[in-house]
């Protein structure tokens, strides 16, 4: 034992003005928390907030990358910034553990799990290779994987997504740690699956005492699984307290715009004008089908769907990873052609792509040619269409901008000039050019922090009212679609299960799958979170 | 990100010139160029021309090796005569310059052509298009290219010009078959990218779409393919030179002259050094400059294959 | 595993299509050349009788299609050639007959393949050892002293032709200090101790010259390992610096060197031309250079054939490793 190693103090973390720099950014700014033994501490801020980075630097992981690291540590009794490497190294795996975001990229492509839960502990006992194998083994059968002693033989890209999650906390338990540190463990994931997890991080700390740092983006996640929240911004402490009484009732400002901008999956939509009588129908879809591939790896993405989109309303679809909802997103703008059925427009079959229907793109960096200014980009549906007055498309094209909230002047711009929420504003605006009557928009929201989400949700609605149009809002986030919607449909393995008005689904859902999907979102109150846990379990005996 | 808009040659510029190392290979270069371009200028200076021969100054007795200190140096002969004819050798070494340079540069142009065409068109086409040329450029990834060059330098007629032949056969045979098939999988993609997806629903044609969206894209990594091709080149054509079916006398090349100077490195050591140091340093230059051309255009991949320069920051990360 | 056993299929039957295809494209470029090829095929001093002997056994009126049949049919069942007064036979696999020595091109490179073979698993060795041990050092060492040294070392070696470095050894090593003797092939079966010494040289130049790209491979190869997720995992789960750079940062380069390496020796197996020519061996690499200043054709159709051979297998051999080493690749 060095010297490093004091008697275990009374906290399980004790940080104090923890300030980290990046060359002149400074990425967290004297911050201070403690957490004691066996308790679970989320730290909650959007992206850039400095949250990862203090986890990181909870295991000294800022040592030698050139950040500037100053405050004091203290993390099971060892002190971070003092350690020799030698403590650190024992520390690190062994009395604190840390859950990564990306559970495919965390994990080594070319070894066994079993494997890598091997050599992590075999670092920090003395046990035999056999022995350590047998370890790995019991810490995955542990984390709910079945037959764990043959699927430690597999490598981890024949894990599905929430399988190797549940690998990466085996890893992380494998020592038996006194703290585990998760990094937005969950948000990778499909709901039901995320459900799953934050259920699992709750069991393991019940019956291990465990304490947990969690870091998420999401209040939901953290409502599920801590007691005591720390909201950060800019690297600083916004609001620190109980969840209950920081998600309850918050006293800054900025936790209040934060909980405010959060999609409610259990509230109706604020505004809903349902139109009285129904309106013309502009866009119908009838028995949709698409294939990938030929042979005995055909793959059935999106099998017999039909859909009608009235004139200024918003259809939701709602699914998880791999229920074929982007594919069907991309064959009702014509981008994709359906293996079989057809989508009709205005009452005619369409073939191909069409300017009425517009689509708004999920990633704000892929979907702006970084080559090519953003006016340039957003003029490219009137230019197409023939408009060869250069003052007029420019003149236009400065009106979409100002329209969707961006100045005039940003016109001869690049995209990399742009945040992420302002891309998805140009993406509005070039949608907006061809002069659609229908805007498909596939996750236009899901690569924006919260509160960008709710100002791009809000730009959407207003341009729907005062142009007529209807919306096919695709999405995940069932809170969101919700906030969104007129009517609904929830995919799943390629078929609608459910439709209907938005209210009906969310109120009574009549689909099993349905029940499960909103029995798994996050509740923002604690303990209405508990009951839906206990609901989940007795969903998952059923 | 790297974002070459329409500045980029610009942009490229200003991040070459960061990297010390690159700098001074641009200056080589350059001045190799300018070598290569002012060859008879040099040699009208020196008083001299790369075929002339000068019987005179070779001891035939002694079996052709060349009269006076440090192989014939004198202020007529600057780099002293070639062993056995008495050539000028500064003329042959600049007038090589010019071989060198030139056959590497035609060849890579044919290269780049090749790959670029054929790999956008397999990546564009259909599955057919796809299957056929993705199988044409394998076989050309296989094609061992000393002996296919050998064997075609040798069947084709003497009256053809020899230094654009070389260049031909090095273009058509190596090099392109990578290219292409690089090109194919950026082609693909870029092609599902949501901003090509979005110039679709915007009404434009394939062939716009291709020039506006995808052409673009393809710069960064053919200029770095390039940046390769044009000093692995400059040694095949030394090489094939070096065997002698490359460029023939009377025509001076760098490989050529090394052929025979082995025989002659005592008593003209100069004959093997310059030949053999002009090779180095222009392949050297070439190399390190291709590495800054991909530093500058990717700053982040190029960090791991940039040799030991400009590369501080990342090494220390590592470190820990 | 499932998947694998056709995975090999479907890379062999690529490498079989390659193959025929290549053989198609070097017979078509060859015997449709400009100019007589009976005058071409038979050499320079060949009577007006031998050259109509020769149009008529490469069936030069035939058309094109029905005359590489003949080549294929040379190829799987052997040929039979009539000289005028004899007729030789040549069993299959019989890629003709070199009209200058009156050998059969499948003896004649048989016959040099134990050279070139020597040749290039011994620098084989060699440059993978050099290569991947000055990558793995300049890893570990790196941002320090040492990494910048090797990383000069390795462009130096780049920018290196293999003629020029083999010329300066040779002059150093050999006539100057005349460390070695100038390089003279002894067969392995005949004494391997001289084999070895007089291939000491020619290993030496190949192998510091390929071992360059190997240096460059692995070291950027492990780079971009280091940087990746998975490195960061163990990182923090106190793995220390040893364990990351062996066990996780080199296996991320077994992959491409196997590729590179496998399509370099598939080239040196068909000759390494000018390591061969510069030190005398008489490997497949020389005896092709002899065949080009001659223009013996079949000779040089034949060698170029067999290299593209060496080097289709050596890529196949290399795509069925290369998943070995990489399951994912199966996937695809």
Same mark, same amino acid.
């Given at each position: ?19 980290v720099e990046f060359g002149e950014l ?27 980075t203090?986890?990181a630097a909870?295991l000294g992981l800022h040592r030698g990358t050139g950040a500037r690291v ?11 910034q003092?350690a020799p490497e030698q403590t650190l190294r024992?520390?690190r795996g ?11 990229s965390s994990l080594d492509p070319y070894y066994?799990?079993?494997?890598q839960?091997?050599e992590v502990?075999?670092v ?419 | 990100m790297s ?9 490229l510029w200003r991040r070459l010139r960061t990297q010390r190392s690159a700098l001074v290979a641009a200056v080589v270069v350059?001045?190799l ?145 990578t290219?292409?098939?690089m ?37 960064t990594p053919?200029i770095t393919f390039a940046a390769i091709l044009v000093p692995t080149?400059i040694t ?40 053999a140091g002009?090779l180095f340093v222009t392949v050297l230059a070439l190399t390190v400059l291709g590495d800054g051309v991909r530093t500058a255009l990717d700053p982040r991949a190029a960090s791991r294959l940039s040799v030991g320069t400009g590369r501080k920051q990342e090494a220390k990360g590592e470190v820990s | ?45 060949? +009577?007006?009788?031998?050259? %109509? $002997? *020769? ?7 035939? =058309?094109?299609? /029905? ?30 007959? +070199?009209?200058?020595?009156? %050998? $059969? *091109? ?7 393949? =134990?050279?070139? /073979?020597?040749?290039?698993?011994g620098a084989m060795v060699l440059w993978l050892v050099i290569g991947v041990g000055t990558g793995v050092l300049s890893v570990w060492r790196r941002g320090r002293l040492t990494e910048r040294l090797l990383t000069t070392l390795t462009l130096a070696g780049m920018s290196t032709p293999v003629?020029v470095i083999g010329?300066v050894l040779?002059?150093v090593v ?29 290993w030496l130049s190949l192998a510091l010259i390929e071992s360059a790209t190997y240096a460059r491979l692995t070291r950027a190869s492990m780079l971009e390992t280091l940087a990746e997720d998975h490195v960061r995992t163990f990182r923090a789960y106190g793995v220390g610096e040893r364990g990351i750079i062996w066990r996780h940062a080199l296996r991320g380069a077994v992959a491409p060197l196997i590729a590179v390496n496998a399509n370099n020796i ?56 290369y998943?070995?080493a990489d ?6």
């Amino acid at each position: 034992m060095s010297e490093a190693e004091k008697a275990p103090s009374r906290s399980l973390v004790e940080v104090t003005d923890l300030t980290v720099e990046f060359g002149e950014l400074r990425a967290v700014d004297r911050l201070s928390f403690r957490l004691q033994r066996g308790a679970a501490l989320a730290l909650v801020g959007e992206s850039g907030s400095g949250k990862s980075t203090v986890a990181a630097a909870l295991l000294g992981l800022h040592r030698g990358t050139g950040a500037r690291v100053a405050g004091a540590i203290e993390v099971a009794g060892v002190d971070v910034q003092e350690a020799p490497e030698q403590t650190l190294r024992r520390l690190r795996g062994g009395k604190a553990a840390m859950v990564f975001q990306d559970p495919l990229s965390s994990l080594d492509p070319y070894y066994a799990i079993g494997d890598q839960i091997a050599e992590v502990y075999r670092v920090h006992t003395r046990a035999s290779r056999r022995a350590a194998r047998a370890r790995a083994v019991e810490v995955l059968d542990r984390v709910g994987i079945p037959d764990a002693v043959r699927r430690s033989r597999s490598r981890p890209h024949e894990f599905s997504g929430g399988m190797r999650q549940r690998a990466l906390i085996a890893m992380a338990l494998a020592c038996e740690p006194d703290l585990l540190i998760a990094d937005e463990p969950t948000t990778a994931l499909d709901v039901t699956v995320q459900a799953q997890i934050l259920d699992l991080l709750h069991t393991l700390r019940e019956e291990m005492g465990t304490g947990l740092l969690l870091v998420t983006h999401d209040v939901g996640v953290a409502a599920e699984s801590v007691d005591e929240v720390l909201v950060m911004r800019h690297g600083r402490s916004v609001e620190h307290g109980p969840v209950s009484a920081v998600l309850g009732s918050p006293e800054q400002p900025y936790t209040r715009e934060l909980l405010g901008a959060v999609p409610r999956v259990d509230v109706p939509r604020a505004s809903s004008e349902a139109p009285e009588e129904p309106a013309a129908v502009v866009l119908e879809a009838t028995g949709l089908r698409r294939e990938f591939g030929r042979g005995k790896r055909a793959l059935t993405a999106v099998d017999d769907v039909s859909l009608t989109i009235h004139r200024g309303e918003t259809l939701g679809i709602v699914g998880e990873s791999g229920s074929g909802k982007t594919t069907l997103g991309r064959m009702l703008v014509g981008l994709l052609e359906p293996t079989a059925g057809e989508v009709r427009y205005d009452g005619h079959a369409r073939v191909g792509v069409n300017p009425a229907v517009q689509m708004v793109f999920q990633d704000p960096v892929s979907s702006l040619n970084p080559r090519r200014s953003v006016g340039e980009s957003i003029a490219d549906p009137l230019r197409a269409r023939g408009e060869g007055d250069e003052r007029r498309v420019r003149g236009r094209v400065r009106e979409l901008l100002e329209r969707v909230g961006l100045e005039a002047a940003h016109y001869d711009r690049y995209p990399h000039e742009f945040s992420g929420g302002q891309r998805q504003r140009v993406g509005i605006a070039r949608a907006l050019a061809a002069d659609p009557r229908v805007i498909v928009c596939d996750e236009p929201v899901s690569a924006l922090d919260v509160t960008t989400q709710a100002h791009v949700i809000a730009l959407l609605g207003e341009l729907q009212r005062e142009l007529g149009l209807a919306l096919v809002f695709v999405a995940h986030d069932l809170a969101v679609v919700r906030q969104v919607s007129d009517r609904v449909a929830v995919m799943r393995r390629g078929r609608i299960v459910e439709e209907g008005p938005a209210d009906e689904v969310y109120d009574n859902p009549q689909d099993p799958y349905t029940k499960q999907l909103l029995a798994a979102v996050p509740a923002l109150d604690p303990q209405i979170a508990a009951q839906r846990r206990a609901a989940r379990r007795e969903l998952a005996v059923v | 990100m790297s974002a070459p808009g329409a500045s980029g040659a610009r942009q490229l510029w200003r991040r070459l010139r960061t990297q010390r190392s690159a700098l001074v290979a641009a200056v080589v270069v350059a001045l190799l160029v300018l070598v290569a371009l002012g060859a008879p200028l040099l040699t009208a200076i020196e008083g001299q021309d790369p075929t002339t021969y000068h019987p005179s100054l070779v001891d035939s007795a002694r079996g052709g090796v060349p009269i006076g200190s440090f192989g014939g140096v004198s202020a007529e002969h600057w780099l002293g005569v070639e062993p056995q004819t008495g050539r000028d050798l500064f003329a042959r070494l600049v007038h090589g310059a010019r071989v060198s340079l030139g056959v590497a540069l035609a060849a890579t142009v044919v290269q780049l052509v090749l790959g670029v065409v054929i790999g956008v068109a397999a990546g564009l086409g259909n599955r057919w298009v796809d299957l056929v040329l993705t199988r044409i450029a394998d076989i050309f990834v296989a094609m061992p290219l000393m002996v296919v060059a050998l064997a075609l330098l040798a069947i084709v007629p003497t009256s053809f010009p020899r230094p654009v032949l070389v260049a031909l056969v090095v273009g058509l045979v190596s090099g392109w078959g990578t290219l292409a098939k690089m090109v194919r999988a950026q082609t693909l993609t870029l092609k599902e990218l949501d901003y090509v997806a979005a110039a679709r629903l915007s009404g434009w044609g394939t062939v716009r779409i291709a020039r506006r969206e995808l052409l673009p894209g393809l710069a960064t990594p053919v200029i770095t393919f390039a940046a390769i091709l044009v000093p692995t080149n400059i040694t095949v054509e030394a090489a094939l030179s070096f065997l002698g079916v490359g460029v023939k006398p009377p025509t001076p090349s760098w490989g050529q002259m090394l052929t025979s100077a082995d025989v002659w490195y005592q008593a003209a050591p100069q004959y093997l050094l310059l030949p053999a140091g002009a090779l180095f340093v222009t392949v050297l230059a070439l190399t390190v400059l291709g590495d800054g051309v991909r530093t500058a255009l990717d700053p982040r991949a190029a960090s791991r294959l940039s040799v030991g320069t400009g590369r501080k920051q990342e090494a220390k990360g590592e470190v820990s | 595993m499932t998947g694998f056993g056709g995975f090999i299929l479907r890379r062999a039957v690529g490498a079989l299509v390659t193959l025929f295809a290549l053989s198609v494209i070097i017979y078509v470029v060859f015997y449709v050349t400009p100019g007589n090829v009976a005058q071409i095929t038979c050499g320079p001093r060949c +009577s007006p009788a031998q050259v %109509q $002997q *020769v149009a008529g056994q490469l069936h030069l009126d035939d =058309p094109l299609y /029905a005359r590489y049949w003949h080549f294929l049919q040379g190829l799987f069942v052997g040929q039979d050639y009539s000289t005028g007064t004899s007729v030789q036979h040549c069993s299959a696999p019989c890629l003709g007959l +070199s009209y200058q020595s009156d %050998q $059969q *091109v499948t003896e004649l490179i048989l016959a040099k393949l =134990p050279v070139t /073979a020597s040749l290039a698993l011994g620098a084989m060795v060699l440059w993978l050892v050099i290569g991947v041990g000055t990558g793995v050092l300049s890893v570990w060492r790196r941002g320090r002293l040492t990494e910048r040294l090797l990383t000069t070392l390795t462009l130096a070696g780049m920018s290196t032709p293999v003629f020029v470095i083999g010329l300066v050894l040779m002059i150093v090593v050999c006539g100057q200090l005349e460390l070695l003797p100038f390089p003279q092939y002894v067969a392995f079966t005949d004494d391997p101790e001289q084999w070895a010494w007089n291939l000491l040289l020619p290993w030496l130049s190949l192998a510091l010259i390929e071992s360059a790209t190997y240096a460059r491979l692995t070291r950027a190869s492990m780079l971009e390992t280091l940087a990746e997720d998975h490195v960061r995992t163990f990182r923090a789960y106190g793995v220390g610096e040893r364990g990351i750079i062996w066990r996780h940062a080199l296996r991320g380069a077994v992959a491409p060197l196997i590729a590179v390496n496998a399509n370099n020796i598939g080239v040196l197996f068909g000759g390494a031309v000018l390591t061969e020519t510069l030190f005398g061996l008489p490997g497949i690499g020389q005896e092709m250079v002899e065949a080009v200043k001659v223009v013996d054709l079949p000779v040089v159709v034949g060698m170029v054939l067999v290299t593209g051979f060496f080097v289709v297998l050596a890529n196949a051999v290399a795509d069925v490793l290369y998943a070995v080493a990489d399951r994912r690749v199966v996937l695809t």
